[in-house]
């Protein structure tokens, strides 16, 4: 990590260095209660954390743009 750069309500991002390609990178870590993680496969429909998540990922992967970092 090379420094913070913001956060929000559900996460943490940090410009970071890729060890592999040298690349600087932003770095987004989510803040979610991992507890509501353990259950996932039971929970899946009914977690308002998990699905914000999900749906903040899939909009995410979604964007292709020469300025906008991919989705790993």
Do not use: C
Request: aromatic share 6%; hydrophobic share 40%.
């Amino acid at each position: 990590l090379l420094e913070y750069v913001g956060s929000g309500g559900m996460s943490v991002v940090h410009k970071a260095e890729d060890r592999l390609t040298r690349d600087i990178i932003a770095l987004k870590q989510m803040r979610i209660d991992t507890r509501s993680l353990q259950h996932i496969d039971s929970e899946w429909g009914t977690n308002s954390q998990v699905m914000t998540l999900a749906q903040e990922f899939r909009a995410l992967a979604g964007l292709r743009h020469p300025y906008i970092v991919p989705v790993l």
